[in-house]
C-alpha cells in the first residue's frame, strides 16, 4: 500500500538518491537537456523546480540556499546569470518531460528533461503553427455566397439534367 508515499525512493538509500539527483540537477542546469528514465526524470522535476524559483530573486540567501542543493559554482553562475533571466515572467513549469520509447537492454521507459525556454525548435513550430485550423471546407461556401441567387440554381440544373441524360445514355448501352 502506498498511503503517505509521497517521493519516488528510486531503489537507492536517501544519501545516494539526494547526490544522485544534485548531480542531474547541475547537469540539467548546464546542458539544458539530459536523457534519462521517466522516473528519475519525474523525481528531478520535483528536485529541481524550487531551486529555479529560488534563483528569481538573486540575493546571497538564495545563492546559498541553491549551493547547499546543488554544490556546484559553475552551475550556480549559470543558474543565476542565464536561465533567471528567461525565466522571469513564468509563475512555475520550467522544466518539461518529453518520452522517447523505451531502452534496448532492460526495456526501461527512457525520456528528455529539458528546460522549457531553452529548446529553440520546440518554440519556433508552435509559434509557426499559429491559429488551429479547423478540418472543414468552408471556402467553398463563402465563395458560393457572394454570388446571386439565380446564378447559383442555374449550374444545379444543369448538373441534374447532365446525369439524367447520362443515366439515359448508361441504361441504353445496358440493354
Known amino acids: 500500500m502506498r498511503h503517505g508515499k509521497k517521493i519516488n525512493k528510486l531503489g537507492r538509500t536517501h544519501s545516494h538518491r539526494v547526490h544522485m539527483l544534485a548531480n542531474m540537477a547541475t547537469s540539467l542546469i548546464l546542458h539544458k537537456r539530459i536523457a534519462t528514465t521517466v522516473a528519475k526524470a519525474k523525481a528531478l522535476r520535483v528536485y529541481v523546480e524550487p531551486i529555479i524559483n529560488r534563483a528569481k530573486d538573486d540575493s546571497t540567501h538564495s545563492r546559498r540556499t541553491v549551493f547547499s542543493y546543488l ?4 552551475a550556480i553562475t549559470e543558474l543565476f546569470r542565464e536561465i533567471s533571466v528567461k525565466i522571469a515572467d513564468r509563475p512555475g513549469g520550467y522544466t518539461r518531460i518529453l518520452k522517447t520509447g523505451t531502452r534496448l537492454g532492460d526495456n526501461a521507459d527512457m525520456c528528455i528533461i529539458e528546460l522549457v525556454d531553452y529548446n529553440e525548435s520546440y518554440m519556433s513550430a ?3 503553427k499559429g491559429a488551429k485550423s479547423t478540418r472543414r471546407k468552408r471556402s467553398k461556401k463563402k465563395a458560393d455566397d457572394t454570388a446571386p441567387k439565380a446564378e447559383k440554381t442555374q449550374p444545379k440544373k444543369e448538373a441534374i439534367e447532365e446525369a439524367k441524360v447520362v443515366e439515359e445514355n448508361n441504361e441504353a448501352t445496358e440493354a
Open 71 to 74: 554544490q556546484s559554482k559553475e
Open 126 to 128: 508552435k509559434d509557426d
